[in-house]
């Protein structure tokens, strides 16, 4: 196996590393205490390339895949997590999705501008009573012949408030289960009867929008349904599959600057005449983070790579997704330990990196799901997609 990082490969990586120092870095602590999202970062990543990964130049994608994409995002979110948001919700979420389901037509329509930053993107799942349980959503869409009237309310919607251009996945045939779903593409902008209303009350993730909606006969054109009715089950587990390669590289990057952090500060601070380094503990506690780390990374990659040769990546995604979690809210834990009670100070960045850590547990899958999925796989009971 070559581990060797491809020239192409190591100028994404210069590129995105050089962005997140420069235009992400410097804002960080500011926009985490306001609550901030700073919209002019997504534009930004658009005209550098930064957003269109495994989708056609024709549409406004940079030519390149999986592998390209995690190498650059785990460079941006190891600055802050909260950004590897934006890339998920545009690329991976509505713009793969419409690429590979919708028709030329809607291809054209919102693919490029969400590519260039243009189009904020948004994918609406989860209500209050449904979470892991996609197909006991409510949210109903009624048909009317040449459009849908929408009434419902989704929870938890990432870049909810902010996005232009939304999946929202809704019923429209009552008591089908799974085969009563459907996708519809909602240009939020133009789309009268949607309330959105940003959630604030969060423990981490201070600088990613979060969104209640609520659909109160929305009308949205016949137009904007994405692929068949009835499809959005299959729809929604196959976007699934590329969304969480996002919170897997997102917390493989957040395990990565914890304990880099660590190994910085643990050769700076000085106790007994020696720096804590020097300790067997101290080393103990970044071996273990280091060892994690580097085993989320890999996972991340082998993931990636999977996808980028096409062949079947649902097990291997949750694996990297599962791991880097753990490792991300491990390394988190030990960080602070370790900067003692600095570590429980907002003046360094370890209270930051455990909250945003525990995101991961449950965004796009909880551990308990892809668990699931990665032991029903291996027994044969489904298939790996």
């Known amino acids: 196996m070559d581990f060797a990082l491809t020239d192409i490969q190591k100028l994404v990586q210069e590129t995105a590393r050089n962005f997140a120092e420069n235009e992400i870095a410097p804002y960080v602590e500011k926009d985490e205490e306001n609550h901030y999202y700073r919209r002019e970062i997504l534009s930004k990543l658009g005209e550098l390339g930064l957003l269109g990964w495994s989708i056609p130049e024709e549409y406004g994608g940079n030519g390149m895949g999986w592998m390209?994409?995690?190498?650059?995002?785990?460079?941006?979110?190891?600055?802050?997590?909260?950004?590897?948001?934006?890339?998920?919700?545009?690329?991976?979420g509505p713009a793969m999705t419409i690429y590979h389901h919708g028709t030329e037509e809607q291809r054209q329509k919102w693919i490029p501008g969400l590519l260039s930053g243009e189009y904020v993107g948004s994918f609406a799942l989860t209500e209050a009573n449904s979470g892991s349980d996609v197909a006991s959503m409510k949210t109903f869409a009624e048909d009317k012949g040449d459009h849908f009237v929408v009434n419902g309310s989704k929870m938890w919607i990432s870049g909810g408030h902010v996005s232009d251009i939304g999946l929202v996945y809704v019923v429209t045939e009552k008591g089908k289960g799974p085969k009563g779903l459907s996708c519809l593409v909602f240009d939020y902008n133009n789309t009268p009867g949607v309330t959105r209303i940003p959630i604030h009350t969060k423990f981490g993730m201070y600088s990613a929008p979060t969104s209640e909606l609520v659909f109160e006969n929305a009308i949205v054109p016949k137009d904007n349904l994405l692929g068949k009715m009835g499809a959005g089950f299959n729809i929604c587990m196959w976007q699934l599959n590329n969304t969480r390669m996002g919170c897997a590289t997102g917390a493989a990057a957040l395990s990565a600057a914890a304990t880099e952090g660590a190994v910085q500060y643990a050769n700076e601070r000085m106790q007994f005449g020696q720096p804590i380094g020097k300790f067997q503990m101290i080393q103990q506690q970044i071996c273990e983070m280091l060892l994690e780390d580097e085993a989320a990374k890999y996972l991340v990659f082998r993931a990636a790579w999977l996808k980028d040769n096409e062949m079947p990546s649902q097990q291997a995604t949750s694996m990297a997704k599962l791991y880097a979690c753990k490792a991300a809210v491990n390394a988190a834990n030990l960080a602070m330990k370790i900067y003692g009670s600095y570590g429980y100070s907002t003046e360094y960045p370890c209270a930051r990196w455990l909250r945003d850590a525990k995101q991961f547990e449950t965004l796009e899958g909880t551990s308990n799901i892809h668990t699931g999925i990665i032991a029903s796989i291996e027994l044969g009971y489904q298939p790996n997609r």
């Open 68 to 92: 390209e994409a995690c190498i650059a995002l785990y460079e941006i979110a190891k600055v802050h997590t909260s950004w590897r948001l934006s890339i998920s919700g545009n690329c991976w």
